[in-house]
């Protein structure tokens, strides 16, 4: 028996596979014979307010896990929030570390991104202080695939795979029509352009994949802009652009900006993004007189259980299991992050790595995968990210629906 | 050996299973001894400037018929031509007959909706008119289920489960929160809500489904819908609110029209609609304050072949080979209807139906399967609907992603 008890919470957006990565904290922990998996209720903003569950509660046998391992969306609930600075308010800590004390937490895993790796920063920078012998580890998940360190993010292959398939069956559904055509696909991803290159996996033997892809690693410029479209319209019937949510003029301003007379921003004073394929598809409607639809790939993209990778969701199981075993053995303060042993077979290996190199960083697309002209990938970026939309894994039907698990109440609430 | 060959064209808006209609027809013909089975290009305005194939150049094996089943849009391409009253003007129905007869066709399948009827039943009247032996029928199509006479129509059982199947992850990406969220979903349908009352399938043992539906055979009110929003937001954190892009207020304006400066029409003079979700989600952040996001489903609703149903692809193949069938038997200027021989074990069979009835008219909702209220939809309807979406039916997938049968050059061009 080990000694200690570990709690789990997720936070950040959703992804189609975060629960894969609870999956395998919660399953690697009994085997190895933890008495209580407990969850945080909204990750560390409901912690905070003592709200967590007791998992095994919930999760009551190896078909349920399975479930869970093909549920979108972040099964224990989530949250923006960021701890404040300990030397300006100390309070919330000593309130998060009272309830770890109250269930004799010993390990404790967050399953996020960039924000949340800064909430485990902190946390084990502050047991580090106060001398507690809790171990804090962070367990990678973004679809936008911007945390440094690692490989590639838990939840960017489904995201990808989605995406890819989707701007496949869009430039099909163009391709029937006599009319002339240009679509433009907006894509989430506010500073790395990951999802958006993603674009360019639709490209393979049956399909042309998308003519222009603008990441928002490069300025965007509205006259280059139609000049490339209608430099392609003149070969093609149908012109097919992926556009980043995240993309920016000269002068700094978000292209969807340009359409919108009231800015929102979240809890991290990040701006809301959207409106950027309709702003576009008004432009090149009034510029070239070619009919245009601007698509929102929107909330699915993210949360589409229907359609994931199975490297994705079996690396995501891996990530939790690997972060639970790392804990047991001593580790504190450590993200989780994927080494790539091979390419061809893929194969993929886990490390640990310091959380205080990875908080709070943005990792970019770089400049070897992008194309010289700033409009594509080149073949590096392809070569690393075709294996991630690799293998399928069909959810559970039930009368010819997706079934999720969910928190009981919480769930069909909603 | 059948004397006279077989032309088989599509038309009007793709489906995700319209193809499989096009192998219902090519198989069952081949099968039957039909020498040679073309396809239009591009539909009876194709046909009209010459455009065909011969499909046993494009389709060389069982395993091809597979594929093509699996590839959603329109295989042959598809036109939004509407044939001129002959008259008026006689020399298109002239050059398309001349075609017809060049080619020895004796059998003319044409794949589509309410206008694509229209199309049989002008080419049907008109080959009475000089005496021709050409059978003219019908194959209905259309992700709207608008088409009378008929129990459903295919392509509306694989829209319906996409759109169910979307709503219930939107459902579960927006429960993960804690804050609260108004979700609206813009789904398609211009005067027949038959798609956006399969947003309701999306409620089952684990979802509660849309709380509001907004179909546009009710008249939208603008202080109604805000009361109605209020009331549930008491009672939930979360709202999701599932509209029809055709919603009109009671001056027969379009919704989605208050937020346009150009309204742009098709062909057929019909106005293209869009915009409903984000206008209405804009007037509910402006008048509850409440986080609000508008989804629009898109063109995926119609072109999904990675969430097709089994029932609706197998029906869709059956309309084919048994309108095949009817052609022989020496039918025409007729239409395949489905017919539902019982509910629970669900079961279809085929018959025929009077082109003349069927063609330009619209089969609307129901009042009998509209809730009381207007904002939802009755058991009837979910009766009547849940069969639809049964079964599933997996894209061959090379390489992680769906793979589809091209036209050569047309489909690798896009």
Redo the contacts between chains.
Sequence with gaps: MVVGNVMVG?SGG?TAVINSSLAGVYKTAIDCGVKTVYGMV?GI??LSQNKYIDLSEYIKSNLEIELLKR????FL???RYKLPDVNVESAVYEKIFAVLKKLDVKYFFYIGGNDSMDTIMKLSNYAQTIGSDIRFIGIPKTIDNDLDMTDHTPGYGSAS?YI???I???????????TDSI?VVEIMGRNAGWLTAAAA??K?????GPDLIYLPERVFDHNEFLKKVQEIKKE???V?IAVSEGIKTKDGKYVCEQNRTNNVTDSFGHKLLGGTA?YLSDFLVENTGIKT?G??F???Q??????V?RSDITEAYMAGADGLKAALDGHTGKMIVFERVSNSPYLISTDLCDINIIANKEKCVPDSMISADGVGVTKEFEDYA?PL????L?PF??????????LGD?????
């Design positions: 997720q959703p909204n903003e409901g549920t979108p969306a972040s609930g989530t949250c795979k890819a398939t989707a496949k069956e869009i430039i099909c559904d163009a391709n029937t029509y006599i679509s996996l639709s393979c033997e049956d399909c042309a093609k019937k149908i097919t309709m639809r698509i929102v929107s909330t699915l993210r949360c589409a259980s229907h359609v990778s075709r939309i690799i293998g399928e069909y039907i039930v009368d010819g629906l997706p079934r999720h698990l969910h919480r769930g069909i609430k909603g």
